[in-house]
T-cell receptor, first 115, second 108 residues
Framework: GAVVSQHPSWVICKSGTSVKIECRSL??????MFWYRQFPKQSLMLMAT?????????EQGVEKDKFLINHASLTLSTLTVTSAHPEDSSFYIC???????????FGQGTRLTVV | GEDVEQSLFLSVREGDSSVINCTYT??????LYWYKQEPGAGLQLLTY?????DMKQDQRLTVLLNKKDKHLSLRIADTQTGDSAIYFC????????FGTGTRLKVLA
C-alpha cells in the first residue's frame, strides 16, 4: 500500500509553545488529508479535512485558530498546535488519500505531551 | 446522525475464531473499513467492503455486511497472539467516521 510518513513520532513541549507535526505522502499525491486526535482508550476524532490548496474544513468543536492546518502541496500537510496546554496532550494521526485511492492511508501518529 | 458503535472488549483463545461487530447509522456509506491499531502506532488498513457487497474474504479475514440492519462484522479465523490489538471499523460518507474500537486480547 501507499506510504504516509508522520513526523515527529513523539514530542514533549512546554506549555505555551507551539508544535508542528508533519504528514507526508511518500509515493502518491494526496489530494485530501485528514487529521485525527485520539485520547487514551478512545476512538479517533476527526479534527479537520484539508484539500490541497484550499482551507481546511474543521469539525464542530475544533478550534481552527488553535490547530492550524496547512496543505500547501500534494505531498505535505502540517498541523500546528499553537499555545499548547497540557489538555492538548494526545495522540495525533494524519491520513492521506489520493484522487485515485479508494482508501486513506495513515501515518504512524505523533504523541504530543505538553508539560 | 453519524454514529458507529462497537463492543469495547473481546477475549478469545489462540486458534479460535474472533468475531468483532460494528453497527453504523448512516445509510449513505459508500465503503466500510476495518483497521488494526497496535499500541502506540497508527492505523493499519486490514480490509474494506463496498456497500453493495455482503461478504468479502481475504485470507483469515471475512467481512460480513448487513446493509438492512447496518451491521458490519470482522471474523478472524485461527486467531493468533499477534492479532491482539484494537480494531476499528469505519464508514465513509464524505468523511470517515470511526467506531469506538474493540480491544482484542488473544489468550495463549
Amino acid at each position: 500500500g501507499a506510504v504516509v510518513s508522520q513526523h515527529p513520532s513523539w514530542v514533549i513541549c512546554k506549555s505555551g509553545t507551539s508544535v508542528k507535526i508533519e504528514c507526508r505522502s511518500l509515493d502518491f499525491q494526496a489530494t485530501t488529508m485528514f487529521w485525527y486526535r485520539q485520547f487514551p482508550k478512545q476512538s479517533l476524532m476527526l479534527m479537520a479535512t484539508s484539500n490541497e490548496g484550499s482551507k481546511a474544513t474543521y469539525e464542530q468543536g475544533v478550534e481552527k485558530d488553535k490547530f492550524l492546518i496547512n496543505h500547501a502541496s500534494l505531498t505535505l500537510s502540517t498541523l500546528t498546535v499553537t499555545s499548547a496546554h497540557p489538555e492538548d496532550s494526545s495522540f495525533y494521526i494524519c491520513s492521506a488519500r489520493g484522487a485515485r485511492n479508494t482508501e486513506a492511508f495513515f501515518g504512524q501518529g505523533t504523541r504530543l505531551t505538553v508539560v | 446522525g453519524e454514529d458507529v458503535e462497537q463492543s469495547l472488549f473481546l477475549s478469545v483463545r489462540e486458534g479460535d475464531s474472533s468475531v468483532i461487530n460494528c453497527t453504523y447509522t448512516d445509510s449513505s456509506s459508500t465503503y466500510l473499513y476495518w483497521y488494526k491499531q497496535e499500541p502506540g502506532a497508527g492505523l493499519q488498513l486490514l480490509t474494506y467492503i463496498f456497500s453493495n457487497m455482503d461478504m468479502k474474504q481475504d485470507q483469515r479475514l471475512t467481512v460480513l455486511l448487513n446493509k438492512k440492519d447496518k451491521h458490519l462484522s470482522l471474523r478472524i479465523a485461527d486467531t493468533q497472539t499477534g492479532d491482539s490489538a484494537i480494531y476499528f471499523c469505519a464508514e465513509e460518507t464524505y468523511k470517515y467516521i470511526f467506531g469506538t474500537g474493540t480491544r482484542l486480547k488473544v489468550l495463549a
